[in-house]
């Protein structure tokens, strides 16, 4: 059982930067590939990006692309989302999630474990 806990949610204004974490622990985080997520009030949950087990491979919405940048440190079984030049619609509370194996995968369904999530606010 994998359990993902998210920190470094907030409030900041357009232009601003956040970068949160999520610490894992209950399994072997290097053979996980990791995803954030997002769901604003309203709205289904969605993809924001994804990272590989080793790192070397990642992937983002067109919407977050370019300002957004996903990182994991296996040593210290965390993720990392860097959110810079935030705009109001990137209000949402952020997942992250996990699944053992290969490869990029961008839904909901295909992820097995996911954290309690946080709160990211804009204010414009």
């Known amino acids: 059982q994998v359990q993902l806990v998210e920190s470094g949610g907030g409030l900041v204004q357009t232009g601003g930067s956040l970068r949160l974490s999520c610490a894992a622990s209950?399994?072997?985080?290097?053979?996980?590939?990791m995803g954030w997520f997002r769901q604003a009030p309203g709205k289904e949950r969605e993809f924001v990006s994804t990272?590989?087990?080793?790192?070397?491979?990642?992937y983002y919405s067109d919407s977050v692309k370019g300002r957004f940048t996903i990182s994991r440190d296996n040593a210290k079984n965390t993720v990392y989302l860097q959110m810079n030049n935030l705009k109001p619609e990137d209000t949402a509370v952020y997942y992250c999630?996990?699944?053992?194996?290969?490869?990029?995968?961008?839904?909901?369904?295909?992820?097995?474990?996911w954290g309690q999530g946080t709160q990211v606010t804009v204010s414009s």
């Open positions: 999630a996990s699944r053992p194996s290969i490869g990029i995968r961008t839904t909901t369904r295909e992820y097995d474990y």
């Open positions: 990272i590989t087990r080793g790192g070397s491979t990642t």
């Open positions: 209950g399994g072997t985080f290097s053979t996980y590939a």
